[in-house]
């Protein structure tokens, strides 16, 4: 099966600015997959999410070379209100993606564009409610919830879509912990429940990590580490380059393998974390 | 109490049972009837009527006072553009002076009159701003056939006026956070320095116009080309139906409308030589 989302040689040059946000990026990801994407600030984090979704170069002035193709479709070949049928985002700004009165009505309006009869309306703002346990919400106007919600909100208003990959650039940047987490539990469990390909770009990694099947690290435009999880946080050198610092639990594994102490896989979760330590205590123990 | 962009809305109301369709189309029809009606006895009468609808449709009352001084505004208006800035008028019968202007009983006459037109279709739009939510207007206007995008960008206008509202707040902090504070500053002062509040403000807003049409776009939303002729399901209409209340209801206001115009222009009601009051008031002021 082709993958669903090939980027070729891909570069990209806002008008007017001196250096492309984008630069040689060559990425294939296959359908099913839960990628993360992380680099700091001024990256191209941002800049890759809106070529996913067509919003580059239809609503930004710039040069483009190379390829993005969804589905094996160019994303400038799709025709206006096609692509959103493929790809859905989510932006960071949870207060901007409100487009409608009632969180009801903005969870419906996507499905009304895409010209679904109103069963298929009904089942899917069902399932999608469920899902995200937006349910008691749903009377409620933009302005009686918060931040956390309203993220939630955005991000079940892309579900109820059902596109096939769902882009999701920076959804907790402006949310606390909890808000955060009950974002990312939807997650979980939209990737034990479906088959979506999942793009989270995110400075976060503590709740990205457990997830992700495959990590991206952009730095100054460029993909400077493409890789499974796993192995993507031993290059810890390239990582620190790039600013970027692996969550507490990864790094302490990491220090512990260049001392020769560790030489296991790097646990990715807390849990998977204990019980390393445990057995590497336990090993200790008898030694 | 539940606070809308429009207003506040109470929790429970037997308003509530009435398509919103039938609360617009009270709201555009009624409105008319002031301009049809000269004698301020039958505008008084009008405002009465409102006032015992917004009771039963238990509205705090109390709400009333924040439109007190709108009231106050606009009698001082209409009696300074009337009565104090009126003209000369030899033709006129003067019934005293005031700072040496000539104040003539028509004049007052006339300042009353516009008054007790204006003065209902406030209440009326009080009535309705607290009665219904944002989503009712969408509804009455779906109900219309108002295409979606119209009804859309009015949708729009209420969401980005929420969002300018609540801009303002985060402007108003930052700047509070950087030691300027207009709180407690003469008036003068705080409309100088009002554009330390407008200039982010309007930067932020040309932000969330790109923010928003990126939702837009990714929520397939498009304005042109076949994806904005897809038939929608109108599923915010499901929630609400037309019921044989709503028709008669609707088929009554039509009626009343009707018959004013046949009793105003048929009949002569409600013209200034048939009202009780403006004779009575006529005759206290040139102390007949």
Same mark, same amino acid.
């Given at each position: 099966m082709p993958p669903i989302v090939e980027i070729e040689n891909y570069s990209w040059r806002y008008l007017?600015? /001196?250096? $492309?946000?984008?630069?040689d990026i060559n990425l294939s990801i296959e359908e099913g997959t839960f990628v993360g994407v992380i680099g700091p600030n001024g990256s191209g984090k941002t800049t890759l999410a809106n070529s996913l979704n067509g919003l580059i170069p239809g609503q930004y002035q710039g040069i483009k070379e190379g390829t993005v193709k969804i589905a094996g479709t160019e994303?400038?070949?799709?025709? $206006?209100?096609? =692509?959103p049928q493929m790809v859905g985002v989510v932006f960071s700004d949870p207060e901007a993606q409100?487009?409608?009165?009632t969180v009801e009505d903005e969870l419906v309006f996507g499905m009304e564009n895409l010209g679904l009869s109103l069963a298929e309306i009904r089942e899917r703002l069902d399932w999608v409610t469920d899902l995200t346990q937006l349910k008691p919400l =749903? /009377?409620? $106007?933009?302005? /009686?919830?918060s931040g956390g919600q309203k993220q939630r909100v955005a991000l079940a208003a892309v579900l109820a879509m059902m596109p096939r990959v769902m882009v999701l650039d920076e959804?907790?940047?402006? =949310?606390?912990p909890v808000s955060r987490k009950r974002v990312f539990d939807v997650l979980a469990r939209l990737k034990r429940e479906s088959h979506n390909t999942v793009i989270v770009i995110e400075h976060n990694l503590e709740n990205l990590v457990p997830l992700a099947d495959r990590m991206i690290l952009l730095h100054n435009g460029r993909v400077a580490l493409d890789s499974e999880t796993g192995p993507f946080f031993r290059q810890a050198a390239t990582l620190e380059q790039a600013g970027v610092y692996p969550p507490g639990g990864i790094a302490f594994f990491h220090g512990l393998m260049q001392r020769g102490v560790y030489t296991g896989e790097i646990p990715l979760t807390l849990d998977a974390a204990v019980a390393a330590l445990e057995g590497l205590i336990e090993n200790r123990r008898y030694e | 109490m539940n606070k809308t962009l429009l207003g506040y809305v109470p929790e429970?109301?037997? *308003?509530?049972? *009435?398509?919103p369709f039938v609360k617009l189309f009270f709201l555009l029809v009624a409105s008319l009837f002031p301009l049809f009606i000269s004698a301020p006895e039958w505008n008084f009468g009008l405002i009465i009527f409102v006032l015992l609808l917004m009771l039963y449709s238990r *509205?705090?009352?109390? *709400?009333m006072r924040i439109y007190v001084p709108v009231a106050i505004s606009m009698a001082s208006i209409i009696f300074l553009a009337y009565?104090?800035?009126?003209g000369f008028h030899p033709e006129f019968i003067e019934i005293g002076r005031l700072l040496g202007i000539r104040v003539y009983w028509e004049r007052i006459r006339d300042a009353i009159v516009v008054y007790f037109r204006i003065l209902p279709m406030i209440v009326m739009m009080v009535f309705f701003l607290n009665t219904s939510r944002e989503r009712d207007v969408i509804v009455a206007m779906r109900t219309l056939r108002i295409p979606f995008v119209v009804t859309y960008v009015f949708a729009m206008a209420l969401r980005a006026a929420g969002m300018v509202i609540e801009d303002f707040g985060i402007v108003r902090q930052a700047e509070q956070a950087r030691g300027f504070d207009t709180h407690g500053k003469s008036l003068p002062y705080r409309l100088r320095k009002y554009v330390m509040y407008m200039i982010p403000l309007f930067a932020l807003s040309l932000r969330r116009a790109e923010e928003f049409s990126n939702a837009l776009i990714a929520r397939g939303?498009? &304005?042109?080309?076949p994806a904005s002729k897809i038939k929608r399901?109108?599923?915010?209409?499901?929630?609400y139906r037309f019921t044989r209340l709503d028709a008669v209801l609707t088929a009554l206001i039509g009626l009343a409308f009707s018959a004013l115009l046949v009793l105003r222009?048929?009949?002569?009601? &409600?013209t200034l030589d048939r009202s009780v009051f403006l004779p009575r008031l006529e005759d206290l002021l040139l102390h007949r």
């Open positions: 007017r600015a /001196e250096q $492309p946000a984008l630069q994303v400038d070949a799709y025709k $206006p209100g096609e =692509l409100f487009t409608a009165m =749903l /009377e409620k $106007p933009p302005y /009686e919830i959804p907790t940047s402006m =949310l606390d | 429970r109301s037997p *308003i509530y049972a *009435i398509h *509205i705090d009352m109390r *709400i009565v104090v800035l009126g939303f498009a &304005f042109t080309g399901a109108d599923y915010v209409l499901t929630h222009y048929g009949f002569g009601w &409600f």
